[in-house]
């Protein structure tokens, strides 16, 4: 069985350093997941994952339900062998999409009915079929099955959501049947203060391997995502990981692990890669514009990635602009790179006991914040959902 220790906190705020072990091996946290929904984070394969500094993936239970399936999954020797990936493995248990695919489902006390998203096939999902999938996908950390309630929803909804969300609880952690794999229970409420603390304290006795703090980045912007983590992580018990869904934009982490959360992941780093944005410690490059036709620098001066120790801008600029499968890996390399370095400094300075100060610096100047306005602006062009880039996860 997998344990958790805290090896140092900032004693300035909330910031921890800790160690998670896991059945394929131990990891370093505060810690950042790519995202690999299907079985495979886009692009990469796990060699270049590994040479990124990541430590642990996350797959998603419902969309390996739909396909291959868990049997096909279980046939080809179960999710580490078809991801190629001898490393801590995290599965969603499906539970965002309640929120995501809303249109194509319908939800009971019992569990939710699912029209595929594919090709419109039934499927149906609750606590013990998401538990039992998941003992079979064989990921190290698995989720609770929970239901993630759309920001500004009335109280009545978030409510059923929050009761829904503490049964499934009871019933995941009665199916699961697997002495190697950690149960994280998953808080949800909203930003509701009174219905997180009332979550958490039903989900805590319970007595989980690990607790997720979901239902934010869903628009709920950063001042209230960050109160109501902060307000959140304070409940659960200190022995234990925390977990905050879906939280990716670098401001939003540094607060978040400064209110006491230890595990984070989001598509962000290979989304925004795909599009030729990348993150650097000075803020965004956008690698389309034509101020980088005949730039020879690399993304990132003391960046030591593949990407940055081959390729200048010039040159990835062009493999968008041709359509070269070869920029959005690239960036994407470069992007989970910068992710894990972020990371690595966070933990660095909790153990200098430095973190906190530097953490309200960095917060302030906020160098991608500009980011928001200019996706909600292009969202709206496109006469989509005005949601800002941040908040695209849970």
Known sequence: MGRFEVISRDGNCGARRGRLYTAHGKVQTPVFMPVGTRGAVRGLTPSQLAQTGSEIL????????????????AELGGLHKVMGWDGPLLTDSGG?????????????????????????AKMYLDAKTVTEAQNRLGADIIMCFDECASYGCGRDKLEKAVERTIRWARECKESHNRA?????????????????????????????????????????????????????ASL??????????????????????????????????TRNGRNAFAFTSDGPVRLRNNANISDSRPIEADCECYCCRNFGRGALRHFFNVGEMLGPILVSIHNITFYQRLMGEIRQRIEAGTFCDWARQQIAEDKFATVDSEAAHFLQKRGGASRPIKQIGY
């Open 58 to 73: 996350l797959a998603n239970t419902y969309h390996l339900l739909q396909r291959p399936g868990v049997e096909a999954v």
């Open 96 to 120: 965002y999409q309640i929120f995501s695919l809303n249109s194509l489902n319908r939800i009971g006390d019992e569990g939710v009915r699912f029209c595929s998203h594919i090709d419109g």
């Open 180 to 232: 190697d794999q950690l149960l994280f229970g998953i808080v949800q409420g909203g930003v509701d203060l009174e219905l997180r603390g009332y979550c958490a304290s039903e989900l805590c006795k319970l007595d989980f391997d690990g607790y997720a703090i979901g239902g934010l980045s869903v628009g709920e912007g950063h001042d209230k995502m960050v109160a109501t983590a902060q307000y959140t």
């Open 236 to 269: 659960l018990p200190a022995e234990a990981p925390r977990y905050l869904m879906g939280v990716g934009m670098p401001a939003d982490i540094i607060a978040a692990v400064r209110a006491g959360a230890d595990m984070f992941d989001c598509v962000l780093p």
